[in-house]
Every structure is written in C-alpha cells, then in structure tokens.
C-alpha cells in the first residue's frame, strides 16, 4: 500500500506499508523538492531511521503516517 501526502506545507513523502509476511512501514520524504525522495523512518530493524523525523515531518504528518 501506498500513502502520499505533504509535511508540513513544503516537503512531499510517501508512506509505503507491506501487510503480506510481516508488517512493515518505510517512510520516505523528498528533502529536495525535485523528486528525490530519502527514507527517515522504518519499523524494520535492519533499515537505518533518522532520530528526528517527526520533526521534519511535523506533527499533522506523523499522526497520518500512524494512522495509516
């Protein structure tokens, strides 16, 4: 499944969620407004997650990312 949405009110992300063996949730947030899009966050361990991606996301953003 895929989310789409906009942090804050600048930057674009995409919540990417895998339902099938394991649940999973890859957050991606285009830092660059060109289209680039970087992963912040994940729920998988073996993935690297930036320690401050609320906050570059925003509070309206995290709220739709745990909701999704």
């Known amino acids: 499944m895929l989310d789409r949405g906009q942090a804050g ?3 674009p992300y ?4 895998y339902t099938k063996s394991k ?9 660059t407004a060109f289209g680039n899009y970087e992963l ?3 729920d ?3 993935e690297p997650s ?9 509070p309206a ?3 739709e990312v745990q909701r999704f």
């Open 9 to 11: 009110a600048t930057q």
């Open 50 to 58: 930036r320690s401050d991606w609320q906050q570059q996301l925003g």
């Open 14 to 17: 995409e919540v990417w969620k």
């Open 44 to 46: 998988e361990r073996s």
């Open 61 to 63: 953003a995290v709220q």
């Open 23 to 31: 649940r999973q949730k890859f957050v991606f947030l285009d830092t």
């Open 40 to 42: 912040i966050w994940t």
